[in-house]
C-alpha cells in the first residue's frame, strides 16, 4: 500500500477499525492485480470471471418492519404519514414509492487488472472517512461503530459510490 498508492497510506493507517484497512486493502489489490475476491461463505461463479471488467454480487434486501407494515419487496409501495399538529392530526399524506429486491454487496468482487473504477472508489473511501468524525465522543459515528464502518468503507458507501 504504501510503496503503490502512497496517496492512501496515511488513510490506511490511520483508521480506526482493522476491517476497515481489509477494505481498503481489497480494493488495492483489486486494482493492481484484477480477478476475484469472495467471502468464505460465497460460492461464486468462476467459469465466467475472467470474460467480467466489473462485476458485484445481488444480495435479496431484507424486509424492513414499520408501523405502517411490512413493504412487499418489488411492489410498489403506499404508506400513509399523519402529521401532528398541536396534538391533532391535521393532514393525511400518501407517498408512493417501488421497494427494490436487491442490493449490491462485496461479498464478490470482480475487476479487471487497472480498472480505473478501483481507484475511484478508494478516493470516495477517503472522502468518506474524512466526512465523518469519528474521534468526538459526542459524535453520532464514535457511538454507532458497525454503522461507520458500513457508511465509510463497506457496503453502505460501495453502494452510494456506485449510485
Not at 481489497?26 to 492485480?33: G, P, T
Amino acid at each position: 500500500m504504501k510503496r503503490h498508492y502512497p496517496k492512501y497510506w496515511a488513510m490506511y493507517c490511520g483508521v480506526r477499525y482493522p476491517i476497515m484497512r481489509c477494505d481498503i486493502g481489497r480494493l488495492a489489490i483489486l486494482h493492481s492485480y484484477g480477478g476475484l475476491y469472495s467471502d468464505l461463505d460465497c460460492m461464486p461463479n468462476r467459469a465466467w470471471y475472467g470474460q467480467a471488467e466489473l462485476a458485484l454480487s445481488r444480495v435479496k434486501k431484507l424486509q424492513k418492519l414499520g408501523r405502517v407494515g411490512t413493504p412487499k419487496l418489488g411492489l410498489s409501495v403506499k404508506k400513509t404519514i399523519k402529521k401532528k399538529r398541536m396534538g391533532l392530526i391535521t393532514k393525511y399524506k400518501t407517498t408512493s414509492r417501488v421497494v427494490d429486491k436487491y442490493n449490491l454487496d462485496m461479498k464478490v468482487i470482480i475487476g479487471s487488472m487497472g480498472n480505473i473504477v478501483f481507484l475511484d472508489w478508494l478516493a470516495y473511501v477517503h472522502q468518506e472517512i474524512a466526512s465523518k468524525p469519528y474521534a468526538q465522543k459526542r459524535s453520532f459515528w464514535y457511538r454507532a461503530k458497525m454503522r461507520y464502518v458500513c457508511h465509510t468503507t463497506g457496503p453502505h458507501s460501495m453502494n452510494r459510490f456506485l449510485t
